[in-house]
T-cell receptor, first 114, second 114 residues
Framework: DAGVTQSPTHLIKTRGQQVTLRCSPK?????VSWYQQALGQGPQFIFQYYEEEERQRGNFPDRFSGHQFPNYSSELNVNALLLGDSALYLC?????????????FGQGTRLTVV | DAKTTQPPSMDCAEGRAANLPCNHSTISGNEYVYWYRQIHSQGPQYIIHGLKNNETNEMASLIITEDRKSSTLILPHATLRDTAVYYC???????????????FGGGTRVLVKP
């Protein structure tokens, strides 16, 4: 079991560009959540996808959007990048059939906006 | 979700028990206490969770006070690899279609010293 995998691991983009980050959940998991972690802070919830729909959303602007595919994998898209979007982006997967409803996190994608 | 309060940092001697406190005085009856940790440059890792009874697994023990307003995570024999930021999170048990986001605070930065 590969666990949660994210790609790419590192990315450098220019202000104003668009970026797509990808996540494959742990085998058997149907729910994917995305978090943004700025340097020195705890992760902040962006949104969660379940059954290919956005189920929950944090306090992030519409520039942040996502998608979940039938195989449960997910993408996070960020448009019109700002310098402040530089952060570690974490993907977490979970399943309501798993005891404890634990979230498993990937290693993250380090996004740098210049 | 109820707010949690943790000390920003603490040191621990290798081989000794590490006791990490967490206050959650506004916790409600259906909310669980979860602990995650984040080792440098990695995604958060689930440690343990509980509702009102003390819990133990291969990683740690969780002691929840009778009034549920505070808890303590115990790492019985701390090793250098336990150096990490530890997050105490309170959230409701999963309600289908309602989402199960995690709300991270600042956590406790634990440094295990030789």
């Amino acid at each position: 079991d590969a666990g949660v995998t994210q790609s790419p691991t590192h990315l450098i983009k220019t202000r104003g560009q668009q970026v797509t980050l990808r996540c494959s959940p742990k085998s058997g998991h149907d729910t994917v959540s995305w978090y943004q972690q700025a340097l020195g802070q705890g992760p902040q919830f962006i949104f969660q996808y379940y059954e290919e729909e956005e189920r929950q959303r944090g306090n992030f602007p519409d520039r942040f959007s996502g998608h979940q595919f039938p195989n449960y994998s997910s993408e996070l898209n960020v448009n019109a990048l700002l310098l402040g979007d530089s952060a570690l982006y974490l993907c977490a997967s979970s399943s309501d059939t798993e005891t404890g409803d634990k979230a498993f996190f990937g290693q993250g994608t380090r996004l740098t906006v210049v | 979700d109820a707010k949690t309060t943790q000390p920003p940092s603490m040191d621990c001697a290798e081989g000794r028990a590490a006791n990490l406190p967490c206050n959650h005085s506004t916790i409600s009856g259906n909310e669980y206490v979860y602990w995650y940790r984040q080792i440098h440059s990695q995604g958060p890792q689930y440690i343990i969770h509980g509702l009102k009874n003390n819990e133990t697994n291969e990683m740690a023990s969780l002691i929840i006070t009778e009034d549920r307003k505070s808890s303590t995570l115990i790492l019985p024999h701390a090793t250098l690899r336990d150096t990490a930021v530890y997050y105490c999170i309170v959230r409701p048990s999963r309600v289908k279609a309602a989402g199960n986001k995690l709300t991270f605070g600042g956590g406790t930065r634990v440094l295990v010293k030789p």
